[in-house]
């Protein structure tokens, strides 16, 4: 399936399927109101092998996704807060949670920084140590890549965003990405990106953009012969706001017109 088709085909899930749904917070702030929502959405589309026909397929946020994507691959920019955050096209929409950063003791005011970012996981301090009697280092995205390099029939190229950490109730935010599994089969490299929550209006296009994009750079580093097989992706809770739902509609008409 089509990357365009599967986003119009989701749009309209949702508004078919859709229910609402709350809970007390939202990206670590008081939750602002109702959700509207499917759980467990999994679908599979084919991914294009250049960023242009990904592009036309994804009607991605650009520059910025592109712009976001180099900097989170980027090893010497594993920054916090980074700077491509102040680019995205709908951050200041939400100024009371993009003002709620975190400022170390000791620090100035104004020196603030985020729970976390995709920089910092994508390459964490190499000298940091897991739990357990071994013990053995973090790995960083490099890693990944050198695995498949070497074995490039393994299983175990499973790069994982959401760390142990994020597991401790602290209120903050967390990452909505939990990771991503890489497989190489007969000629092609597939893609499982697995993803707890995801907003259809906001992230749903940049994220599929941004991780079709990984994969064209594993490839080109791993073994730029290979041909770009699936994306199977799966999104715990795949919403928007319970006030946007009668916006869906013309997202159907607009992706359904791409395909």
């Not at 119009?8 to 702030?29: H, P, R, T, V, Y």
């Not at 992230?203 to 990984?214: A, E, G, P, Q, S």
Request: with cysteine; glycine share 6%; hydrophobic share 35%.
């Amino acid at each position: 399936m089509k990357i365009s088709k599967a986003i119009a085909n989701s749009f309209s899930a949702l508004k078919d399927m859709g229910e609402i749904a709350n809970s007390k917070k939202w990206q670590a702030i008081d939750t602002p109101g109702d959700l509207f929502e499917i759980i467990n959405r999994y679908i599979q589309m084919e991914m294009p092998e250049t960023k242009e026909e990904l592009a036309k397929e994804c009607d991605a946020d650009l520059p910025w996704a592109e712009n976001h994507f180099q900097e989170r691959i980027n090893p010497n920019c594993n920054h916090n807060p980074g700077y491509e955050y102040q680019n995205w096209p709908y951050y200041k929409v939400n100024t009371k949670d993009n003002d709620k950063k975190f400022r170390k003791e000791g620090e100035e005011e104004g020196e603030t920084f985020f729970s976390h970012t995709y920089m910092e996981r994508f390459w964490p301090d190499k000298t940091l140590k897991g739990t357990g009697k071994m013990g053995y280092n973090f790995g960083n995205f490099a890693d990944l890549i050198e695995r498949l390099k070497e074995d490039p029939g393994s299983r175990q190229a499973f790069y994982a965003i959401w760390h142990p950490q994020d597991s401790n109730n602290d209120g903050v935010r967390l990452p909505c990405t939990i990771g991503y599994h890489f497989l190489i089969r007969n000629g092609k490299l597939h893609l499982a990106y697995l993803i707890r929550s995801c907003d259809i209006f906001r992230h749903f296009k940049n994220d599929i953009y941004m991780t079709v994009r990984l994969a064209q750079y594993v490839r080109d580093q791993v073994d730029p012969t290979l041909e770009l097989g699936k994306l199977s992706m799966w999104i715990g809770s795949l919403h928007c706001w319970n006030v946007e739902k009668a916006l869906l509609d013309g997202k159907i008409m607009k992706y359904e017109s791409i395909f």
